[in-house]
Each structure stands twice: as C-alpha cells, then as structure tokens.
DNA sequence: ATGAAAGCGCTAACAT
DNA sequence: ATGTTAGCGCTTTCAT
C-alpha cells in the first residue's frame, strides 16, 4: 500500500490520556491514498474536489472513525465558533430563559454557547470572562455584573472581541445590548399601587448595595436602577415624600424574606410591595404569610416576572411580563452580526414588558 | 510612552477579524529577552525559571497585555480544561440547578463548561455530543435523551472521553451514573394517595412515547421509568387492577393541562395525579382550576421536585424533592475523577429523593 | 536555568 | 483538481 507512512512512526506523548490516538487528517488521507491537503478539502467541505476523490476520502474518514479537530480548525482559521455567555446565576429562571434564547440562535447560526455565572460579582465575572477569552470565544453575550465598573467589559473590547450586553447597559463601552423597558415598566406597575391609595409602598431588589438607597444614586445594574428611577418618580409624582426611602436593596444578603417582614411589619409598614423579580415575589409572599398578612386585603403585592407559577398563587400575582427569551435571542442576533463583521454604530435595543394584572392588588387597609 | 512597536507591524491573515494580532509567547519572549521556552515557562508556571527572568517575562506579558491561547495550548498538552453538558433543556428547572451544581464542581476543579440543549430528542443529541467532542471536552456530563438507544453515549465511550450521565441511567455503557432513588420516591408518593382511599391515579409524564404505555414495556428515559414502575407497583399492591392504564406518557406532545383535563374529568377520572415534574404539577394544577376542582376536596396531587413555589399554592403541594444540585455537583466531582485517571470500576450513584407533605392530598369524593 | 527545534491537527498560499 | 509547504501559539524533548 502506498503509506504515506511516517506519521505513524512515533508513539505520540499527546491525547486524551487513555492511549488512543485521535484519527486525523494525515490518516484518512493516508488511507483514501490522497494528499493531506485534498483530504482537508474533502472532509472541511472548502476548496475543489473532485466527486470521486471526495467519495473516497469520506469512506476512509467513516471507517477510521474521524472526528475533525474544532481546535487545530480555530488556531488555523481564527474562528472558534464560540460564543461566550456569562449570566449572573443558570438557576435563576431569568437567566435560564435568556440562555436558552440565546443557545437557540447561537445554534441556528452555527455556534456553541460556554456558559458562565458569574454570582453579580465582578471578580468572577473577570475570571469567567479571562477563560473565554482564551478560549478564542468569536464574541461574547454578557449581563454585566456592574454597569458602572466597565473594566471588564473593556477587558472584552479591547481584546477586539464582539461583545453584546443584556439586560443591563453600561456607559461608556463599545458594545451593543439588549434591554426591557424597565423604567416605563416600574412606573406602571407602581401607578398601579398608587392608583389604588397605596402611600406606602416598597420597593424590593437583591442588587449588591452598601448602606441604603440615596436619591439620585448610582446603581451597579442599570435594570435595577431604571426600575428603582420609574418607581421614585411615580412615588413622588403621587406625592409621597422621600420616596428613595423606600427603596430597599441589598435583600440577598440579608435574606430576602427578613428583609421582606422588616418591611412589612412595624409602626410604619409599608402596605404594598414592588418586587424586582419573580424570586423576591416570592419571597414576600412568604413573608406575608409568615406574619399572617393577607394578600390582597392587608398587603398589595407587584412583581418583575411572569414566572410560571405567579398565575397559579391565591390570590395570583399582578406582573410585569419580560420577554426573557427575546432577550437572549436579539441578544445572540446581534452578535452573530458582528461577529460575521458587521460595523454599524453600537446599538441599544430596548423590549417593551407587558402588565399582566391579575388578583394580588387592592386598595391598602384604612 | 515605552510603546513596543513591532507587534503592529505585519498584516495577518488570521486573527479575530478586527486587525488586531493577538500577543503571543514570542511576543512576550522578545521583549523580555529571552527564547521563547524560557518565556513559556515563566507564564505557564512550570519548568524551571530563574526569579528574576520570571518577573521580567510577567512585566512583560503585564504590558504587551498578553493573553494565553487556551486553544494553543490544548493542542499540545491533549487536555481542553472544558467539560461538556448536555441537558434537556436548561430552561427546565431541573437542569438549571443540576447545572449549576455541575458548574460549581467544575469550577472548583478548574474546568469549564459547553451547554447544549438536546431537547430530548436523540438527534440533536448526537448533534451535541458531536460539537463538544470535536472541541475536545475533557470529558461529558450527560442526561441522555434515551436510556434505550445507546448510540451517541457510545460514540462519546469510542471516541475515549469520560462518560457521565445525569438523572438517567443507560444499560451497557461503561459510564458512571448519578440518578436519584425513583422508584422508591414513586412509591411512597403513590403509596400516599392510595392509603387515602384514591383507586383511580393517574401518574402524568412528559416523556415522548408512541401510543399508551403497555406493562413491561421498555421506557426511553429511565428515571420515568422508574418512576412508573413504583407507580404501577404501588396501585397493584392496593389491589387496583390494570395499573398501566393509568399511565399516561408523551403530554407535552399533546398539551400537558389538555392531557390533565382529560384525565381528571368524564365517567372515569381520576381522583388523584402524580406528576413526574413541578412543571406537570403546574399544568394540572391549572387543569382542575380550569374545570372547577377544587384540591384536594375533588383532587388530590402529587408530584416530583420541590420547586420553589410548591408550597406557595393554595393548597401546598406535597411533593417528593429531589438533590438536584448535588446529582449535578456529584456527576461533575465523578467525571473529575475519571478526567484525571480514576480507572476504578463504574459506578451508579443512587441519591435519595425527600418526602415532603403539604396539603394536597385528602380522601376521594364518595 | 535557558535555548533550539519539533510537533499538535488543521487550513491557506502557492505550486503543478 | 491535487499536492507541497508553511504556519497558527503553544509545550515538550533534548541540548547546552
């Protein structure tokens, strides 16, 4: 047989570590007696190859059992066909619903997701987003963990990689996002409360914060700060004085449902709630049961989220439906753009959230 | 400004596609003066490297912004730091938190993660499991789609990766498994409605399967499976003839509260559900609100998986919990062993679920 | 302790 | 249409 021979020589020190030897190129061109070259064009589908030559090398690739090496593809070609996501937590069905927007894109279009949490904390999210970037991802999808501590965001950019933000923006960076309207979204989901009488009325967010809330504050997640600004302003628009002093955040630290019973016991509880997202909801809804408030007779009850089960409480939950999946997708869409060298100027693209009202508000307790 | 100049001096064809050459050992070697072995050595930790020559490369590496080719690097060494999962869908809770579990461990231990989502559905498994091993994953996490057709986890076996599979087990592979305790789960929950008095269960799973399910019949995942057989094992023993015929499989297909509806009314219905997830529990839950039935007066329900808001319904829903995070921690902590040369024997890891009674179960109407 | 050179598996010029 | 060759960025012998 003509053997093309002396790749076979040596026992290799390199693979996976269970001795065998990973079929390559060389082999199936070895086998199907072409060049390395011709073989490459066969089995990467690129380049001229004749039907009969391409028959025979795919054959030969079958038999020997070859598995095209995506990583020799990358060093050569400099595309990974990768892109990075870095989430705050998988487990929260935010994020979840966003990944999986986004997988379904990433997919379509051909590319493979790796998948990071970062915990809203912006050392790992340095470390995550470090390994991506040396994992030659083509671009990255993140909600950043600080819109306002851009460093690693830069990090991203000025590794020259596609970068796509969601659910929060930052200033000052080249990148596009996608965003729910969050202050429009806060302001009527508040008018709601303040519709209804409601003068108390909280404001509940797990977002990292030292010390209280102060007006006209800079916030880590501008999701959050876009909802804390809709939420003041239609507070003071109501007329309730120092709005800003119901502004809690910080709740996971200190555990959201105690955050959530401080709020709503004591000489000047609040009397309605506006829950970030659909885990607080929860959250208080517990709390209210704790202390044996009723929901919607002593305490109204509003929540970012129309998580699945938020229809199926008693009484059901007032929300302000996102389109978390679309989030992820246009997210994903926008980024394939660039990464297939699209220059356009950076966009903002901003989804509008939708109020499902359903049982869970009622004017507050005289 | 000490700018170093030559690094922007060639045009490359490779590249990110942004211009920019990445900076590369020799890069870094060249500034620093010194070969590139010495330079590699001194950012790659390993071999030996005067401290002085160290801290000259990492000064150097600090200022050209260096950023090591993870992908470069697997080529030589065999080893990609990155292991892949497979689940069926991450915005399914259940993956999510087995997910999240699987990334902590692997995070700890050094390793990334490359999500895919099979669907369920053994082609784009195949499809999957195919990406990841070309990207040379260390190793797969995987929940397989069919515990019957074994093709792709064998594919994953041949191609001389480390196999683990999550939450199903798969007969004749040489993989380790971590699944929880379902059979025994199924019967204590069954176990609870017919000890109330119920004859007619229906146990709800949205696993694909052609036709009605039939006794004995082999099951695609094998935790349903599992789950059936406690099921049916439990009514059999209550003296309940034809238990298969309350089985009833594939409702996503056919709408899972439509499945539900059916079962809890007409001449025949059930009296009390099993529901092989929180998600099937929330379809039916809506089911016999949708027809006016009240549970547990007119319905009792039970079902798998502790989700967060079980116990916020009226009623609560007694469930059986599963350690989801730990049977994704514990699947990540074995594929570490393995990746690193546990050549032991393959173990099953069998976790044990958790009762947890809450409100809806309650006599049959007479 | 450091350097020179080979090689991982692939693709891309550049022949022929 | 096919082959030859060089090279991606790194690690790893093997010298020195």
Redo the contacts with the bound molecule.
Sequence with gaps: MGEHGS?HA?S????NGNGR?????????AAA????????????D?????D???ERVQRAAEELG????A???T???GRSNTIGIVVGDIENPFFAQATRGAADIADTAGFDLILSNSDEETESEAKAIGVQLAKRVDGLLVAPASSVDIRNLRTIVDAGRPLVLFDRVAEGIEADAVIAANRTGARKLTGLLTSAGHRRIAFISTLLHTDGYRSGEVLGSSSVAERVAGFTTTLAEAGIPRPEAWVRLNARADGVERAAVELITGPDAATAVVASDSRIALAVFRAARSVGLRIPEDLSLVAFDDADWTGLTTPSITVMSQPIHEIGAEAARLLVRRIRGDGGPFVTKVLDQRLIERESVAPPRL
Tied chains: 1, 2.
């Design positions: 790749e040596s290799n020190t390199h693979g030897r990973e079929v390559t190129v060389s082999d199936v061109a007696r072409v060049s390395k070259a011709t073989a490459a064009r066969a089995l990467g690129y380049g001229a190859v004749s009969s030559v391409r070859y598995r095209a090496n990583l020799a593809r060093m050569t070609t």
